[in-house]
């Protein structure tokens, strides 16, 4: 690993996790564990719910695009990094990094729209079950995972441009496993006053509005549950609710940790840390959350198993 000297960097060098030789090959076979783990289970959930006509309701088209958005999040991110346990230099191209910063705030930003309308969706099917069908039409869900999905692509635009415009002329090495913000910032030779300054504004935009949307979404729910007499009601309103209340407190809480701050106050192994969480295990656990929780698609998997082999 060294340092550029001329007045353009074309390529960087990642630090990695770690530096330690003797790590890189059971970390290698640790995160590959994860990542079989990830889109198997993303993958599955995906599958069960194309296959079972009984999922085919709007809670589970958004779990649907959770999962598909969960394997890409985890996509992007994971086999380069796989790749620079096995590489003594761990390099990737200027084109390359601004790409995969690019899809990975996309899907990142997304997730928090996705995450919000999804307690949207628990909240008219708990507090307006008559009109559930109605408000949750086909159409509606359609252009609600639309919308989620163009709203991460503008703003990932936004961040996309101001971080082009920084200059990379001095050291190419980022102390990080792969193209994040915060870490590119830290080794350019620019100003990145506006690019702090779009994190804590848009950051703090994403989060602010569709955690609101969330904690208001879910007062209502916890209203109409108090409210429900049968206390098999209550435990079917909890459980679905449970699954994705889960979620979204391990997805905010690692992501407000890392960004609704300076910059310059983390350590980059404290940013290393809160990275791997919301990067590798979210997309991880999240088919596992919304699985062991979740009856009606244990139920289906089992219906799935039984015509397979009956067949």
Request: charged share 10%; aromatic share 14%.
């Amino acid at each position: 690993m060294g340092v550029r000297n001329q007045s353009t960097v074309t390529e960087f060098l990642f630090s990695g996790l770690t530096d330690q030789p003797e790590l890189q090959l059971p970390l290698f076979f640790l995160f590959l564990g994860i990542y079989i783990v990830t889109v198997v289970g993303n993958l599955s959930m995906i599958s069960i719910i194309g296959l079972s006509p009984q999922l085919h309701i709007p809670m589970y088209y958004f779990l649907s695009s959770l999962s598909s958005l969960d394997f890409c999040y985890s996509s992007v991110i994971v086999p380069q990094m796989l790749v620079g346990f096995l590489s003594r230099d761990k390099v990737i191209s200027y084109f390359g990094c601004m790409t995969q910063f690019f899809l990975f705030c996309m899907l990142a930003v997304s997730e928090f729209y996705l995450l919000a309308v999804m307690a949207y969706d628990r909240y008219v099917a708990i507090c307006s079950p008559l009109l559930y069908n109605v408000i949750m039409s086909p159409r509606v869900c359609s252009l609600l995972v639309a919308a989620v999905f163009s709203v991460g692509f503008t703003l990932s635009m936004v961040y996309e441009v101001f971080l082009l415009q920084l200059d990379f002329c001095g050291s190419n090495i980022i102390t990080h496993y792969y193209c994040d913000i915060i870490p590119l910032m830290k080794v350019s030779c620019s100003s990145t006053y506006i690019d702090e300054l779009l994190i804590f504004v848009i950051g703090g935009f994403n989060m602010v509005a569709t955690s609101l949307t969330i904690i208001i979404s879910y007062v209502f729910i916890l209203s109409s549950i108090l409210h429900i007499q049968s206390k098999e009601g209550r435990s079917k309103a909890f459980s679905t609710c449970g699954s994705h209340l889960t979620a979204v407190l391990i997805f905010y809480g690692s992501l407000m940790s890392m960004y609704l701050k300076p910059a310059a106050s983390s350590s980059a192994t404290q940013e290393k840390v809160t990275s791997v969480f919301y990067t590798i295990v979210i997309p991880m656990l999240n088919p596992l959350i919304y699985s062991l929780r979740n009856k009606e698609v244990q139920n289906a998997l089992m219906k799935l198993l039984r015509r397979k082999t009956s067949s």
